[in-house]
C-alpha cells in the first residue's frame, strides 16, 4: 500500500467525450505526476505537478491536461478523447526534495475509449 | 536522450530457479537515478529499489539483488530462489538529475512468469 488512491478504478468512454481522472496524494507529497500505460508498453510521462505548478510534460498533446489542488490532490483531464488513448492512467506521488524523490504509484485507472 | 531496454520481453522458470532480468540504458547526463518498479496483475507499480549513479555499490535485499554496472551501463536485478507470488511484469527506470522534472522513463518491461 503507497497511499496514493485513484478513481475512479474502471472507465468506459466513447470517442470525442471527455474525462477526468483523479488522484489522491501520499499524505506529505507535494508532487504528483502522471503516465499512460498502453497494453504491453512501459508507462509513458504525461506531466508533473509540483505545489499546484505544472513542472513538466512529456510527448502529449494540449488535450492532456492537469490540475493540483491545495491538498496535493491531482486531475488528469482529456478532451476530444481516440481510440488510442484506452490506457491505464497511473499517478504518482513523491515528495520533491531533490534528494529523496521516489514516486509512489497509485492503482490506476483502466480507460477504455469505444 | 534517455533510453531504457530490455531485452527480455517475457521469462518462464520454474519454481526455486534464480531468474535474472537485464536492464540497458542510455543517458547523456552524469548524474541519474535508477529504478526497479514491479507490476502485479492488479496493475499498482510497486516500487522495488532507486540507485544515484555514484552508487555502484551492488544491493542485496533478502531474495532481491541488484547488480549496477556503469561501465556497460546495465542495471540487473536478480530473483534468487523464485516464488509464485514474483510473477509480475518488472520495469526498470530512468530519471535525471538535473532536469527541471523527476520524470521517469521506463523500458518495456519484463513479463516474468514463475511455474509451480
Known amino acids: 500500500e503507497t497511499g496514493v488512491t485513484q478513481s475512479p478504478t474502471h472507465l468506459i468512454k466513447t470517442r470525442g467525450q471527455q474525462v477526468t481522472l483523479r488522484c489522491s496524494s501520499q499524505?506529505?507529497?507535494?508532487?504528483v505526476s502522471w503516465y499512460q500505460q498502453a497494453l504491453g508498453q512501459g508507462p509513458q510521462f504525461i506531466f508533473q505537478?509540483?505545489?499546484?505548478?505544472?513542472?513538466g510534460r512529456g510527448n502529449f498533446p494540449p488535450r492532456f491536461s492537469g490540475l493540483q489542488f491545495p491538498n496535493y490532490s491531482s486531475e488528469l483531464n482529456v478532451n476530444a478523447l481516440e481510440l488510442d488513448d484506452s490506457a491505464l492512467y497511473l499517478c504518482?506521488?513523491?515528495?520533491?526534495?531533490?534528494?529523496?524523490?521516489?514516486?509512489?504509484f497509485g492503482p490506476g485507472t483502466r480507460l477504455t475509449v469505444l | 536522450a534517455q533510453k531504457v531496454t530490455q531485452a527480455q520481453t517475457e521469462i518462464s522458470v520454474v519454481e526455486k530457479e534464480d531468474v535474472t532480468l537485464d536492464c540497458v540504458y542510455e543517458?547523456?547526463?552524469?548524474?541519474?537515478?535508477l529504478f526497479w518498479y514491479k507490476q502485479p496483475p492488479s496493475g499498482e507499480l510497486v516500487f522495488l529499489i532507486r540507485?544515484?549513479?555514484?552508487?555502484?555499490q551492488n544491493e542485496i535485499s533478502g531474495r532481491y539483488s541488484w547488480n549496477f554496472q556503469k561501465s556497460t551501463s546495465s542495471f540487473n536485478f536478480t530473483i534468487t530462489a523464485s516464488q509464485v507470488v514474483d510473477s509480475a511484469v518488472y520495469f526498470c527506470?530512468?530519471?535525471?538529475?538535473?532536469?527541471?522534472?523527476?520524470?521517469?522513463?521506463f523500458g518495456k518491461g519484463t513479463r516474468l512468469h514463475i511455474l509451480p
Open positions: 504518482a506521488s513523491s515528495l520533491n526534495t531533490g534528494v529523496e524523490d521516489t514516486q509512489y
Open positions: 499524505s506529505g507529497h507535494n508532487t
Open positions: 505537478y509540483y505545489r499546484e505548478e505544472e513542472n
Open positions: 543517458t547523456r547526463d552524469t548524474t541519474y537515478y
Open positions: 540507485r544515484n549513479s555514484f552508487d555502484e
Open positions: 527506470a530512468l530519471s535525471e538529475a538535473e532536469g527541471r522534472d523527476d520524470k521517469i522513463i
